[in-house]
Each structure stands twice: as C-alpha cells, then as structure tokens.
T-cell receptor, first 114, second 113 residues
Framework: AQTVTQSQPEMSVQEAETVTLSCTYD???????LFWYKQPPSRQMILVIR??????QNATENRFSVNFQKAAKSFSLKISDSQLGDAAMYFC???????????FGKGTLLTVNP | SQTIHQWPATLVQPVGSPLSLECTVE??????LYWYRQAAGRGLQLLFY??????ISSEVPQNLSASRPQDRQFILSSKKLLLSDSGFYLC????????????FGNGTRLTVT
C-alpha cells in the first residue's frame, strides 16, 4: 500500500524568505513519480512540480525545487523568494499505485506574511 | 489543449435526496478518470477511478457510485445522501502513464443538510 505523510499541518514564512515543506512516503514500487500540488483558497488543484524516482537530479521549476532522498523516501519542497501568492495548501503525492493512481498526503497549509 | 469541466460548483441537498455530479474532459481521448473527496481540513481520498468506458473501480465502500457512459464523461451518483457525504468533490483526469500528473476540475462543494 502507498502512504504519503506530511508531518507539518501548518507552516509560515515571511515574504521573500525561503521555506521547506516536508513529505515522506512509502511504496513497494520501484518505478514511480512524486508530485507537489498547490491548492489556493479557490480550491483549484495546481501542479507545482514532479520528480521521477529514477532520476537523481532534483527537479526545479523557477522558485520551486525539491530535495529528493530516495533511500530515505523523502521528498521535500523548497520555495525560494516566497510571495504572497504562494499562500495555499500544499499536497505531496505518489503515483506508485496500480493504474498509476495518486496517493496524497494530508497537506500543509502555508501562510506567507508580508 | 485539454480541459476538464465539473459541475455544479456548489450544491446543497437534504439527507435522503439523490445526487448526480458530472465531469467531462475535452481535448484528449481515453483518459483515466478519477473522483476524489476532500473533507474539511484533510487530504484527498480517492473514491473511484476508471480506465475506460463502463470500467469503474471503487476504492472505498460507501454510499456513492460512479459511472462512465462515454469516453470523456464521468458521473458520481448517490440514491440517498447521508450527512457524511458532505465535502468537496474533485474530478480529475490523467493520460494513464506513470509520469502523468492528475489534472483537476474546479470541484463541487456538497453540503448535505
């Protein structure tokens, strides 16, 4: 069974600072992808970044980057130069399930302080 | 480009009434389709997924059912709503490959009174 754990229910960061959101997962699959989704107050789910388990290089998308530690089954999200628009719920997800279903963590609510 | 439409956006229904939420995808063929539920302050729980017309897999036993009458149409239903069915329902599609992310609709906020 796939599990995804986000141990930080809430985080806060000052505007322009850097914040790291934690995620750990468990899977018996060898081929899988990991994703971070953002859910702003509008509740629209927006893909932030994805990482292939076979790639050692950490994925980067502009101000968003991940620290993928495969052996530790850890997949954290770093947001640099935080902006007010980054305030949202962030979900970590793993695609290791059958039929490539995504298993989601419970989310981390990020607050950005001006 | 691909788009996903989900409606209605909000719905208030009494206990015991029926439910029908609809989701359609445009711009792609043979997508995998999913229904997720998000309870207040919690993560997303997969309810149903479908890899083709008429093929429905249920992830958790519940008061709800799903159908896929057409390739790009996915419907979530209930014959009699329970209070516990309240929540935020999200439809999503993917291309069905390991690296394919889910693309979500805007969601339906269901309140059962």
């Amino acid at each position: 069974a796939q599990t995804v754990t986000q141990s930080q229910p809430e985080m806060s960061v000052q505007e322009a600072e850097t914040v790291t959101l934690s995620c750990t997962y468990d899977t018996s699959e060898s081929d899988y992808y990991l994703f971070w989704y953002k859910q702003p107050p509008s509740r629209q789910m927006i893909l932030v970044i994805r990482q292939e388990a076979y790639k050692q290089q950490n994925a980067t998308e502009n101000r968003f980057s991940v620290n993928f530690q495969k052996a530790a089954k850890s997949f954290s999200l770093k947001i640099s130069d935080s902006q007010l628009g980054d305030a949202a719920m962030y979900f970590c997800a793993n695609s290791g399930g059958s039929n490539y279903k995504l298993t989601f963590g419970k989310g981390t609510l990020l607050t950005v302080n001006p | 480009s691909q788009t996903i439409h989900q409606w209605p956006a909000t719905l208030v229904q009494p206990v015991g009434s029926p439910l029908s939420l609809e989701c359609t995808v445009e711009g792609t063929s043979n997508p995998n389709l999913y229904w997720y539920r998000q309870a207040a302050g919690r993560g997303l729980q997969l309810l149903f997924y479908s890899v083709g017309i008429g093929q429905i897999s249920s992830e958790v036993p519940q008061n709800l059912s799903a159908s896929r009458p057409q390739d790009r149409q996915f419907i979530l239903s209930s014959k009699k709503l329970l209070l516990s069915d309240s929540g935020f329902y999200l439809c999503a599609w993917s291309s069905g490959t390991r690296n394919s992310p889910l693309h979500f609709g805007n969601g339906t906020r269901l309140t059962v009174t």
